[in-house]
């Protein structure tokens, strides 16, 4: 399988405790994003990267969250201390490099918060 | 500001019924693109189109055509003769040439149900 790959598919942790999640984009695909969406909502914009550089981050993305792109090639997502409203579907996108190309979504990861 | 608004929340129609889905951006862009996504219950968006802002041409593409009117800002999507696979949500979708990031800005959805 060709496509974007994510992991875990399912969390469920403890409020105040950390989780990291995993993205493997489109091997070709120098852009990768980040993005949330909770039910009923469209995916919001949290992050880019243009190789392993993190050119944009979108105001929701509190001191809590961090992201990482070491060698331009998979993704890690990490929120500290977690809270109840960050549960959501957290989404992974690549792209080609070129304005307007599209972007290929991975089937996410649903983080619950209890 | 960039903004996409989908003004139909849920849309349910019977099955071979055509029904056709809102899209109104905003932009100070002139240059931008604009992109519609299939979400299936299974979760993972799937890109049905791109247009850029400089092609007003409509396009068919079987039973999905799609509707560009600068002068209203809208980017509609019809789907003919639908039939209960088509049962899903869909996005609209904007990217302004102006976004270093060439990030894709999210309307909230519709809920297309097909009904047999």
């Known amino acids: 399988d060709t496509g974007v790959s994510q992991n875990p598919r399912h969390k469920i942790t403890k409020r105040g405790q950390n989780v990291t999640f995993r993205c493997d984009p489109i091997?070709?695909?120098?852009?990768l994003y980040w993005y949330r969406q909770t039910l009923g909502q469209g995916p919001e914009f949290l992050t880019y990267?243009?190789?392993?550089?993190?050119?944009?981050k979108s105001r929701l993305l509190s001191d809590r969250f961090s992201a990482e792109r070491p060698k331009g090639s998979f993704s890690t997502l990490e929120i500290q201390r977690t809270e109840q409203g960050d549960s959501a579907m957290y989404l992974c996108?690549?792209?080609?490099?070129?304005?307007?190309?599209?972007?290929?979504f991975g089937q996410g990861t649903r983080l619950t918060v209890v | 500001a960039q903004k996409v608004t989908q003004a139909q929340t849920e849309i349910s129609v019977v099955e071979k019924e055509d029904v056709t889905l809102d899209c109104v951006y905003e932009t100070r862009d002139t240059t931008y693109y604009l992109f519609w996504y299939k979400q299936p219950p299974s979760g993972e968006l799937v890109f049905l189109i791109r247009r850029n802002s400089f092609d007003e041409q409509n396009e068919i593409s079987g039973r999905y055509s799609w509707n560009f009117q600068k002068s209203t800002s809208s980017f509609n999507f019809t789907i003919t003769a639908s039939q209960v696979v088509d049962s899903a949500v869909y996005f609209c979708?904007?990217?302004?040439?102006?976004?270093?990031?060439?990030?894709?800005?999210f309307g909230s959805g519709t809920r297309l149900s097909i009904r047999p």
């Open positions: 091997s070709e695909h120098n852009r």
């Open positions: 996108a690549s792209s080609s490099t070129g304005w307007g190309t599209e972007a290929f």
């Open positions: 979708a904007l990217s302004e040439a102006g976004s270093s990031a060439s990030k894709i800005i």
């Open positions: 990267f243009q190789n392993e550089a993190q050119l944009e």
